[in-house]
């Protein structure tokens, strides 16, 4: 039988002197948990069977430390500032610019995949390398993130570290939560004095669930508010492109022009200059768009994702700000 709760003290942790973000409830970074110094690995090597031991823990203080946070973060974000529906290489991109211009702001992404990343661990036919056509490569460079120039374009050596070079950034800022294994199933919609609508939110659901409204009773979701809300749900499938058809059904664009054969001159031009609000308070970009506005696919070229998200940070701002003037959450 396990203590009750209250007859368990977890010890108290010692807390670096990191600075903490003020308006978000982000908690400093634990050196360990006795206060002693934590043994370098130079300090380790070769002396695993001698007094090699980790520190002691009781189950509860993991199952805490995890739900303590995730708790906490849900409990923060259930009033975000601007969402973003799918890590893939557009959202990212996103998200990287927005943490970098706004620290003040509070940014949820919602993933439906356990793993981040959408479409970006590689490129065309599960190739490694990606291309990216000039001028993204300002993103690469911006992000640090190594190439071999081509003329027109550049290669990252493997989609992998651009991907996982964009995701440790994003994850980085103190003011962006990434919910992933977590499905946007629905919008939230206000009715503006004109009786036009806007999107005011996102409706979520763990993707787990959301895969089984078919053969389980009601299993009903949970919500976040958001004046802005950036779509990047990539083209149609089995998770793609949910915001775009969700606005047919919902009757706030009469159809989608469906996305159409690969161009990739003109298809990456069109996604990037296209990257807009496309109902009041959903910016849509990267290929989710190519769905509303019947544009081209640019198969294995990355560029235009990158640079759709630097877009859509933009236009999101802008709808933010916009919103913020009139009092209109
Ligand atoms: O899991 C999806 C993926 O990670 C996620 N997603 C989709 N529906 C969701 C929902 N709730 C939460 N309802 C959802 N998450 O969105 C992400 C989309 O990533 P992606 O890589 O598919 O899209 P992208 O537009 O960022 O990049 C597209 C990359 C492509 S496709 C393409 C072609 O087909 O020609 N070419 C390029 C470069």
């Given at each position: 039988?396990?203590?009750?709760?209250?007859?368990?003290?977890?010890?108290?942790?010692?807390?670096?002197?990191?600075?903490?973000?003020?308006?978000?409830?982000?908690?400093?970074?634990?050196?360990?948990?006795?206060?002693?110094?934590?043994?370098?690995?130079?300090?380790?090597?070769?002396?695993?069977?001698?007094?090699?031991?980790?520190?002691?823990?009781?189950?509860?203080?993991?199952?805490?430390?995890?739900?303590?946070?995730?708790?906490?973060?849900?409990?923060?974000?259930?009033?975000?500032?601007?969402?973003?529906?799918?890590?893939?290489?557009?959202?990212?991109?996103?998200?990287?610019?927005?943490?970098?211009?706004?620290?003040?702001?509070?940014?949820?992404?919602?993933?439906?995949?356990?793993?981040?990343?959408?479409?970006?661990?590689?490129?065309?036919?599960?190739?490694?390398?990606?291309?990216?056509?000039?001028?993204?490569?300002?993103?690469?460079?911006?992000?640090?993130?190594?190439?071999?120039?081509?003329?027109?374009?550049?290669?990252?050596?493997?989609?992998?570290?651009?991907?996982?070079?964009?995701?440790?950034?994003?994850?980085?800022?103190?003011?962006?939560?990434?919910?992933?294994?977590?499905?946007?199933?629905?919008?939230?919609?206000?009715?503006?004095?004109?009786?036009?609508?806007?999107?005011?939110?996102?409706?979520?659901?763990?993707?787990?669930?959301?895969?089984?409204?078919?053969?389980?009773?009601?299993?009903?979701?949970?919500?976040?508010?958001?004046?802005?809300?950036?779509?990047?749900?990539?083209?149609?499938?089995?998770?793609?492109a949910?915001c775009v058809k969700r606005l047919v059904s919902m009757q706030q664009i009469e159809k989608l022009?469906?996305?159409?054969?690969?161009?990739?001159?003109?298809?990456?031009?069109?996604?990037?200059?296209?990257?807009?609000?496309?109902?009041?308070?959903?910016?849509?970009?990267?290929?989710?768009?190519?769905e509303v506005?019947?544009?081209?696919?640019?198969?294995?070229?990355?560029?235009?994702?990158?640079?759709?998200?630097?877009?859509?940070?933009?236009?999101?701002?802008?709808?933010?700000?916009?919103?913020?003037?009139?009092?209109?959450?």
């Amino acid at each position: 039988m396990s203590p009750p709760s209250a007859m368990y003290n977890e010890p108290s942790t010692t807390l670096d002197s990191a600075p903490v973000k003020a308006g978000f409830d982000v908690k400093p970074v634990a050196i360990n948990s006795n206060g002693n110094k934590t043994k370098t690995l130079a300090e380790m090597a070769d002396k695993w069977e001698q007094g090699f031991t980790f520190a002691p823990i009781r189950e509860s203080q993991v199952s805490r430390a995890m739900t303590r946070r995730y708790f906490n973060d849900l409990d923060t974000y259930a009033e975000s500032d601007i969402v973003i529906v799918g890590a893939g290489s557009c959202g990212l991109s996103a998200a990287y610019m927005l943490g970098k211009a706004r620290p003040d702001l509070k940014i949820a992404i919602i993933e439906a995949s356990v793993s981040p990343g959408g479409g970006a661990w590689l490129g065309g036919q599960l190739f490694s390398a990606m291309v990216m056509r000039k001028p993204a490569d300002a993103f690469l460079v911006d992000l640090g993130v190594p190439f071999e120039d081509e003329g027109d374009f550049v290669v990252v050596k493997h989609a992998a570290l651009f991907t996982s070079t964009l995701l440790s950034k994003v994850l980085q800022f103190p003011n962006i939560k990434l919910f992933n294994a977590t499905a946007v199933e629905d919008l939230i919609t206000r009715s503006n004095p004109d009786g036009t609508l806007r999107i005011a939110g996102v409706v979520t659901n763990w993707t787990l669930v959301t895969m089984h409204h078919d053969d389980q009773s009601c299993m009903d979701p949970n919500t976040i508010n958001a004046p802005v809300i950036i779509s990047t749900t990539g083209h149609d499938g089995p998770f793609g492109a949910f915001c775009v058809k969700r606005l047919v059904s919902m009757q706030q664009i009469e159809k989608l022009g469906g996305m159409r054969g690969l161009d990739m001159n003109t298809a990456e031009d069109a996604i990037v200059k296209r990257t807009r609000e496309v109902v009041p308070g959903l910016v849509v970009g990267g290929m989710e768009l190519s769905e509303v506005d019947g544009a081209n696919r640019m198969g294995p070229t990355f560029g235009a994702m990158a640079l759709s998200g630097v877009k859509a940070a933009e236009e999101a701002l802008k709808v933010f700000e916009e919103r913020k003037r009139q009092n209109a959450y």
